[in-house]
């Protein structure tokens, strides 16, 4: 749970909980339940929710299910992401089906019970089962989420139920020292509830003296030995390797009486040492109409970190904005220096005809590029108009009525989960073809991708595509579907239907990304002896 405010980083202290007690050899499981009332985020804005994260089963969830699967590297499901809206959905279906016998339906025990059912589906078959409650103390519509923590609490026994407060401590400059009321406060609000924290993480910007830690303990009601200072960190992924250094997984293991066992870190460790020893710097632009809510490409964004820690390359993002078409003297300004170029996935058209000149900068260019769904999208229009000579192509999300329609949506129910708007949600099979660029990334012939999106690269249109050097690397099994289309000609120019970057992992970077990432160093190599 979070107090005081939002953003503290309350998916990256569940997922860092996770990666220990996996690493001790606990079979854990991971869930978020969010206080909003949406049903999930696929309807959000990016600019207000960020990223909406894809499972396998094609559940569209918050962005913290990806920290949770990129530091515990599992694969999580449907049963792990909760909203209000779900819970009252569910209870107002029941009551609308008799399933109350008459009952006035009411928060507590309807709602509650629900969110406890919820709560403990998978306990029988994990050892620890990790959930996040959204929102802040004190917001009203995380009340029935919390009465449901409290109500567990006592039916479970505090020997087998533990609660985490995420708390800050600001350090105002002016007075020279960090303040704990805030961290008091939300602790109070929390025991009114009828919740006492067994743990404090009190995130902070300067390192605790041994007085903050009596002080915080003294007021809060929680043992000294159980109040943590979840300090700043350079990069996330150290998080871990504080908690741990700091005792952290011992006082949870002490709680539950589960044997203590040194977490095996050593993956972990060499993955920051390659991010911390990477000296070289390549940059990166990602291009998109949400940048300006970075948090809208957080999947991309890590992902890219792992790659580039792979390769022994720091890398430095610029995010630009698609938002409005750029002349080629702009394009020349805004990517003087990039390395390579990514086009993400998006909805709507307000950015399309900026992606398309982008791609085609890119592709003219022989900037190594990597076009994410909406960006092979564009990559596919630009080449159909540009090279093929279909000068009115497009896709007929933004125009219904294209002569050259060389992206359309599917007629056939097969291929789509009737959910979030008839897309094609969650993850596919596809298969690679020996001798492309997206083979020797994969290594593999047979695939599983996440996919999230509704138009698809018309069939009709490949010959022509094909016969001016744009090749399909990839479909689905059955040939019907198109995955990978990518250019041979240039160093590294690829687009594809799904979102590679979901199933990313730091000691175990994509191989897309991978191979986006050393084509890059290798474009950056040439272009310098040419030079």
Not at 400 to 424: C, E, W
Not at 499 to 513: D, I, M, T
Request: charged content about 25%; glycine content about 6%.
């Amino acid at each position: 749970m979070g107090g005081v405010l939002s953003s503290l980083g309350k998916g990256i202290a569940t997922a860092t909980i996770g990666l220990l007690l996996k690493e001790m050899g606990y079979k854990v499981s991971l869930q978020k339940y969010d206080p909003y009332l949406n049903v999930d985020p696929s309807m959000m804005s990016p600019f207000q929710h960020g990223e909406v994260f894809v499972t396998d089963d094609g559940a569209e969830t918050d962005l913290d299910l990806g920290h949770y699967e990129r530091f515990v590297d599992v694969v999580l499901t449907r049963d792990s992401s909760c909203s209000a809206g779900q819970i009252y959905e569910t209870v107002l279906d029941n009551e609308r089906r008799g399933m109350y016998s008459g009952m006035t339906v009411q928060v507590i025990p309807h709602v509650t019970d629900e969110i406890k059912k919820r709560i403990k589906k998978l306990d029988r078959h994990f050892d620890v089962i990790i959930t996040e409650i959204g929102g802040t103390v004190g917001d009203i519509e995380s009340l029935p989420f919390l009465e449901a923590v409290r109500q567990l609490r006592l039916e479970l026994g505090t020997k087998n139920c533990l609660c985490v407060l995420l708390t800050y401590v600001p350090y105002i400059k002016t007075a020279g020292e960090l303040k704990t009321k805030p961290s008091q406060h939300s602790t109070y609000k929390l025991r009114e509830i009828g919740i006492q924290p067994d743990i404090l993480l009190c995130r902070s910007e300067m390192p605790f003296e041994e007085e903050i830690y009596s002080k915080i303990a003294l007021f809060t009601n929680v043992p000294t030995k159980n109040v943590f200072n979840a300090i700043d960190v350079d990069c996330v992924y150290e998080v871990p390797l504080v908690y741990q250094q700091a005792g952290f997984s011992k006082v949870i293991c002490d709680h539950f009486d589960l044997e203590y066992r040194e977490p095996e870190l050593k993956l972990w460790h060499q993955f920051l040492k390659s991010v911390h020893r990477a000296e070289e710097e390549i940059n990166i632009a990602i291009c998109g109409q949400y940048v300006r809510h970075q948090d809208s490409y957080k999947s991309v964004r890590e992902a890219l970190l792992h790659a580039a820690a792979a390769n022994q390359r720091k890398v430095n993002i610029r995010w630009i904005e698609t938002e409005h078409s750029l002349s080629d003297e702009e394009l020349k300004q805004e990517l003087a220096d990039i390395d390579g170029i990514i086009l993400p996935g998006g909805f709507g058209m307000s950015d399309i005809e900026g992606k398309i000149i982008i791609a085609g900068y890119a592709r003219e260019h022989n900037i190594p590029f990597f076009g994410i769904c909406l960006g092979l999208h564009a990559m596919v229009i630009e080449y159909a108009r540009n090279v093929c000579g279909l000068t009115d192509a497009h896709s007929t999300e933004f125009a219904p009525h294209s002569p050259h329609p060389v992206l359309h949506q599917i007629d056939t129910a097969k291929y789509k989960r009737m959910v979030g708007g008839n897309m094609r949600l969650g993850a596919y099979p596809c298969s690679v073809q020996k001798g492309s660029l997206a083979y020797e990334a994969y290594q593999m012939e047979q695939i599983s991708e996440r996919h999230r999106h509704r138009y698809e690269i018309n069939n009709t249109y490949n010959p022509q595509l094909n016969s001016r050097g744009m090749m399909v690397s990839d479909t689905s099994p059955d040939g019907m579907l198109i995955e990978i289309m990518e250019l041979k000609t240039n160093d590294f120019y690829i687009g594809v239907q799904f979102h590679p970057e979901f199933k990313s992992r730091p000691q175990r970077p994509h191989p897309l990304f991978n191979a986006f990432i050393a084509a890059v160093i290798r474009h950056g190599t040439r272009h310098q002896k040419s030079h």
